[in-house]
C-alpha cells in the first residue's frame, strides 16, 4: 500500500515533523510503501486566485500528482490558536483548485476524492494538538477524503521524543501504530 505522510509544518524543530519522521518509519516497518515528504521542499506561494489566472505553479502540480497516486495518507497536524496551520491549509487550497487548462486536472478534489486519511497531531500542551484535529477533519472530509475514526494527539510533546526523536512511551507508539494500522486497513479495503 502506497503511504504519503507529511506534516502542516516547516519549522526545523518542529514536533509534527518528528511525529511524521517517526510514523513513516513505523508504516515502512508495517509494510507500507512510504512516501514521506516535506512541505518546505515545494515552492507554493500563499493560494491567490489572480496569481492562479496566471498559470497552477509547477511545484502545486507536482504536490496535486504525488497526493493523487498515494491511496493513504497520515498528516501530523501542528496546531496553532487552536486550528491547523495556515501552511496546510495553504497546500490544500492550491491542490483542490482545478487547473482550467490541463482537461486532467479539471476536477478539483481529483487529489482528494477517496483517500483514506490518518490524522495526528502533536503539541506542547496537554490537549496535543486536538482542536486543530478538530478542524481539520471537516475540512478533509468537504474535499471527500475517508477519515480514519482513530486518530491521536501526542500531549506535552516537548518532553515525548528522545534526542534521536523517536517516541520515548510504548503508550505513544501504540497510538501511532493503531492510526497507521487503520488507515492501511480502510485503504486496502477500499482499493481492491
Known amino acids: 500500500m502506497k503511504l504519503l505522510i507529511f506534516a502542516g509544518s516547516t519549522r526545523l524543530n518542529s514536533y509534527n515533523r518528528k511525529l511524521a519522521h517517526v510514523s513513516a518509519q513505523m508504516a515502512r516497518d508495517s509494510g507500507a510503501e512510504v512516501t514521506h515528504i516535506e512541505l518546505a521542499d515545494f515552492d507554493i506561494p500563499m493560494y491567490n486566485a489572480d496569481l492562479e489566472a496566471r498559470g497552477t505553479p509547477a511545484d502545486v502540480m507536482k504536490l496535486k500528482q504525488i497526493m493523487y497516486e498515494h491511496p493513504a495518507w497520515i498528516i501530523c497536524s501542528p496546531e496553532y490558536n487552536g486550528s491547523y496551520t495556515a501552511l ?85 507508539r501504540h497510538h501511532v501504530q493503531a492510526v497507521i494500522d487503520q488507515v492501511l486497513f480502510a485503504a486496502r479495503r477500499l482499493t481492491d
Do not use: M
Open 88 to 172: 496546510l491549509k495553504n497546500t490544500i487550497d492550491w491542490v483542490s483548485s482545478p487547473v482550467k487548462s490541463d482537461p486532467a486536472w479539471l476536477e478539483g478534489f481529483k487529489s482528494f476524492t477517496g483517500k483514506v486519511v490518518g490524522v495526528l497531531s502533536a503539541s506542547p500542551g496537554g490537549l496535543g494538538g486536538l482542536r486543530s484535529q478538530s478542524h481539520l477533519v471537516p475540512l478533509l472530509l468537504n474535499a471527500h477524503c475517508w477519515v480514519a475514526p482513530k486518530a491521536f494527539a501526542l500531549g506535552h510533546a516537548g518532553e515525548a521524543f528522545d534526542a534521536a526523536g523517536e517516541l520515548l512511551k510504548e503508550g505513544d
